[in-house]
């Protein structure tokens, strides 16, 4: 199987993370796609809502969703979420499968900051979507790696030639200028976003009186 993972800290959960994950398993035919929320996001304030509340929301979406599961193997590891940690444990989860991890542009543009970055391609392939308001520059040094790792590139890395991972897929997906953040913002003000979420996940927000000032 080919299986898409977007993770992320969906503080909420938004037509951001949504459309282009679709987009991507259209595009590159994912059997699935896990949408899987951290716990201890490494690069982040902690969220002010629960884990528990932010699993909830992505697994109303994935509920809604064919081809969408949550995955909750972050959420209960009690140590911050570092994707190369979670990648080894799917990869040893779904050994026969083709992983695929999916993120922003200003995801892969800070991607040499993360924990143990390179060993991410001992594990799974990278997709990279688009984001309003970030591009890769051609001289930035993920440019290269990007070259380098992409599909077409005359050297395959090893890791493609051993185990089938380690390339990077750029995907071109209809850009969404849609942050959590600004989403929290507008809720704070008591303004309802009501095009930038799922009803199902606005529900859950105006239930749980969420992201109030
Ligand atoms: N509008 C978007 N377009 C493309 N990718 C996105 C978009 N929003 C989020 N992503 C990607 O989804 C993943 C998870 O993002 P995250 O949950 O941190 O959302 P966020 O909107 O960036 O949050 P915040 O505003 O709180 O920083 C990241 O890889 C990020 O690049
Ligand atoms: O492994 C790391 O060092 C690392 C650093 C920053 C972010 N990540 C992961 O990247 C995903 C998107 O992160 P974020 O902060 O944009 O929500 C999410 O799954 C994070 O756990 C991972």
């Not at 199987?1 to 959960?13: A, E, S, V, W």
């Not at 796609?33 to 809502?49: A, D, F, R, Y």
């Not at 911050?80 to 499968?97: A, G, R």
């Not at 979507?129 to 992409?150: K, N």
Request: charged share 15%; glycine share 4%.
């Amino acid at each position: 199987m080919r299986i898409g993972i977007l993770g992320g800290t969906f503080d909420p959960i938004h037509y951001g993370h949504i459309r282009p994950a679709m987009e991507v398993k259209q595009a590159l035919a994912l059997d699935k796609v896990l949408l899987m929320p951290n716990h201890i996001p490494p690069h982040k304030q902690q969220p002010n809502i629960t884990t528990a509340q932010r699993l909830k929301m992505v697994d109303d979406v994935c509920q809604q969703l064919d081809g969408f599961e949550l995955c909750d193997i972050e959420a209960k590891r009690n140590t911050p979420s570092y994707t190369v940690i979670t990648l080894e444990k799917l990869n040893n989860l779904y050994p026969t499968d083709e992983l695929f991890f999916i993120m922003g542009m200003d995801s892969f543009i800070q991607l040499q900051s993360w924990y143990q970055w390179q060993r991410l391609f001992d594990f799974a392939h990278i997709v990279v979507c688009q984001r309003p308001g970030w591009q890769l520059d051609v001289s930035h040094p993920m440019q290269q790696i990007l070259t380098a790792r992409s599909q077409g590139s005359l050297e395959r890395p090893a890791s493609y030639k051993q185990k089938n991972c380690g390339l990077i897929f750029p995907v071109t997906v209809t850009p969404q200028d849609i942050s959590s953040t600004q989403i929290r913002e507008q809720l704070a003000q008591g303004v309802i976003p009501t095009n930038l979420l799922m009803p199902i996940t606005l529900d859950y927000i105006q239930n749980q009186r969420l992201y109030l000032p």
